[in-house]
């Protein structure tokens, strides 16, 4: 009869033990939208994608290659990141510990005697050893909290999401690396490009004051002439130190990405066409939601929020917790583990609430709005996506068109200032409108050089905001 009822009583805890309170996970319905905002004519979008693409694969050079590879390996970011992640798994490790029972083993050895001529003196008969021994060896079940209503397995749920958001962090730090990488090394191409173009008119102004000088010797040219020529000589000269300097400060932020001490960067190709990728697929819309590493992460920290809706709703259920020990307790090691001289206790206690003062109703609420929160960081992911993604299409396809026609300005005023400098030699025009020829070519130049970057770092941004770069 006795067995029958423990067997009963077994049988509805674990029964109980299946039970699990609160809401389980769903996914909320968010409008995607069929195809992302850009501007005519979109890019081919049939499934395939410029994120499918791994990163050596989109950018193509050897040098930045070997950049993105140390700092994927040396980023302080990244690197926290990945601590990040460790923590978060030793965290679930802890968490998930409680749902089994804790065992430990404990031993003691006491040895006494007793004095016949104390305070208050005992006869020998009385005591007839004064020495005593006692050992007590035992296994204490240490408060195992039976999970009748789901709060441990709720408790675990959160921390293993929790260990998923902090790695879809991780991966979302990879893509901002791979991409702020690749956007100052090609930054550094730019300047590089920049300052070849400065000295290339600084060694041009130098000549064309020689030759005003000359002019200036035979009568030809006036003293404002050479004046001009001076101060067009000066102004290419004055910046040159403003380009280095950009240079520097752009590789020291590169040794910085890279986990290093400020040094030289290294790179051997020079700022051009050949950078450029010609088209550019955006993909699927939907895709974007399993794509992007900061989306994965929002939803994680989304089911985080659910399951802790369920620790907080266990608590209003009563509790039951089970302590026990068994093992030995003897004057003599010998009969330690016999029979006679075993002890062993169980005791299992049950707690309900009652009165909590609204704790329990506010912990309630707290759990219920984080998730709310949460949700609301999850949609305004997606939407930020989709933003980001149509802002670097319509960025690439409006630098691109204001390239080619960059591009016939320059050639324009390349025309005009060679025409110009030829009538000035002539004779025929003055030496004015071949400087001013001569300044507009050169921020001509600069300008389709800066229009060139901004182009190619759309399709760096584009690529990162489609999720691509972490795999």
Known sequence: MRTSFYIGITT?????????????YKRPQVAVPENFRAPDPLPESQGASLADLKWFEVYRDPQLDNLIKVA??????????????DEARANLGITRSNQYPQVSAS???????????????????????????????????????????????????ASRANLLNADWNRKTVITAVVSQVATDYFQLLELDSELRISQSTLESRQESLKLTLDREVHGIATELDVSQAEQ???????????????????EDQVSLLLGKNPESIVRERSFTQEYL???????????????????????????AANANIGVAR????????????????????????????????????????????????????????????AQIAYEKSISTAFKDVSDALIAHQRTRESRVEQQKLVVALAVRKRLAYRRYEGGVDTQLNALDADRDLLSAQLTLE????????????????LGGGWE
Do not use: H
């Open 277 to 303: 990728v010609p088209e550019v697929p955006a993909g699927l819309p939907s895709a974007v939601l399993e794509r992007r590493p900061d989306i994965r992460a929002a939803e994680q920290s989304m089911i």
């Open 12 to 24: 509805a805890v674990v029964m109980l033990a299946g039970c699990t309170v609160g809401p389980n």
């Open 72 to 85: 994927l390996v040396q980023n302080y970011d990244l690197r926290d990141a990945v601590a990040r992640v």
């Open 314 to 373: 266990a608590a209003y259920f009563p509790q039951i917790t089970l302590t026990g020990s068994i093992g030995g307790q003897s004057s003599t090691l010998a009969k330690l583990f016999s029979g006679p001289d075993s002890v062993w206790s169980f005791v299992p206690q049950l707690t309900q609430p009652i009165f909590t003062a609204g704790r329990l109703k506010n912990n309630m609420r707290l759990a219920v709005a984080q998730r709310q929160d």
């Open 107 to 157: 031993g003691d050895l006491q040895f006494t005697r007793l004095s016949r001529d104390g305070q208050f003196p005992l006869p020998a008969s009385f005591v007839p050893s004064q020495n005593r021994n006692w050992g007590e060896a035992a296994l204490n079940l240490l408060s195992f909290q039976v999970d009748l209503w789901g709060q441990l397995r709720r408790a675990t749920e």
């Open 232 to 250: 067009l000589v000066d102004s290419a000269a004055e910046s040159i130190p403003q380009l280095k300097q950009q240079i520097e400060q752009t």
């Open 450 to 465: 800066q229009i060139r970057y901004a182009e190619l770092v759309s399709t760096v941004q584009l690529y990162n905001a």
